[in-house]
């Protein structure tokens, strides 16, 4: 009895020690997936000095949500009781719901060949001299993860100057014109389709903007607003990047049980990554400036460092102490999954060593937490550095986990053995 006792108790600790290598997911109120966008064609060709319309569909194209306290982690930093509702969503910011609705935005890899805009549901190419450039499209909306897709551009030469021009179909929120460069297709007129989208020639619907207004602004004209929680007065202040800032907020905040979060969000309203200040803590009331540069591409010292394992390099604007122990709250969902734990390290750019700070950060809602005393450059990464003589911890569990398993067949070998004989 005492023998299988025995057994049931190893094989417990194996299976829990390899549990640790698949980590469950966990689900996060904001992240409600990404965004899916289409558009007409993969590929255009437009003549130079010329045009062309291209439809776009971004699914979803709005969202009803409730406003929550405005940080990405709620109800972790508002610390309200019962801060989610049955749908997840944070009730601390008040349980009147918004529609939030799609943003998109264009960029071109090269503006020197062809240039792109948006408008109400259509993106407008203009060929600038002959040659190649891929324009990409992202989708974007409030507590989604964002999607792009691509278009392929070839710009050939001006063939001649005497050709008529062609006149494109009226486009929904903008007026028709009456005259287009040389080489434009022909746009075929917009119609009215189903669910109140737009329908052109590719039958790809185009995102229609709303008729109704956006969503309004903040509490106050500079962005500034305040949640009351249970852990105090919350202060959230828009991050204004390569400028310094904070020493107003930070001042008043001093001693009290209040606590000020500076947050950079993208164009529709996600977290990308923020600065909570908790005023008891707070002892020098400074204007620093709160940019923080993060990229899968390292420097190539830091890239030898980590030795082509994922990691995502922080590199600090502001350089030494802060006026405070501080929280950062950094979105990584692009890199690492939801139940990861990471390790921060800390890089000496005179050693040319990286120090570990903090160690088994776990990434939750696709968002980790650092508590930082001063700035530098640091490294986030699953397992331990090479160079700093450390195995990646996946092989430590694994190894254990053998050395395990070989002891359970030893002794099961031993018992067999003991049992002939018997």
Known sequence: MKQKTWQFALLMIVSSLLAGLFPAVATAYFDRGPVAVEVGQSAA?????????VNVRV??????????????????????????????????????????YADVQTATSDASIAAVSYNSGVISIRGIAPGQAVITVTGMLRQYRAGSQTVKVT???KTGTNAPAVTAGP???QKASTASPVGNPVVEPVETGPDNVQVQGDNIPALKEPAVDKPAQQDQ????????????????????????MGKAQLATIMGQQESATFEKKDAVGNVLYSWTFAGKDVTAP?????????????????????????????????????PGPATVCLSVNNIF???????LYYYDQKSGQAQLQTANLPVSNGYVNLSLKHCSQYILMEGSLNSAGGMIWIGVIIAVAAVILLLIVLLVARIKRKQKIA
């Open 59 to 100: 699914t979803p194209a709005s969202a009803v949500q409730l406003p929550g306290c405005g940080m990405a982690e709620c109800p972790q930093t508002c610390g309200e009781k019962n801060c989610l509702d049955k749908d997840g969503e944070c009730t601390c910011n008040g349980l009147q719901h918004k529609t939030y």
């Open 171 to 173: 486009v929904a929120g």
């Open 45 to 53: 060709t437009v003549e130079e000095g010329g045009s062309m319309t």
């Open 221 to 244: 004209a500079d962005g500034i607003h305040t949640v009351r929680s249970d852990h105090g007065l919350v202060l959230f202040v828009p991050l204004q990047e390569d400028q310094p």
């Open 286 to 322: 400074a204007d620093i400036d709160l940019t923080i540069r993060a990229s899968k591409e390292g420097a190539p010292e830091l890239q030898k460092l980590t030795r082509g394992n994922d990691a995502l390099y922080l590199a600090f604007s502001h350089e030494g102490s802060l």
């Open 155 to 157: 710009v050939t030469a």
């Open 337 to 343: 999954a939801n139940g990861t734990k990471l390790n």
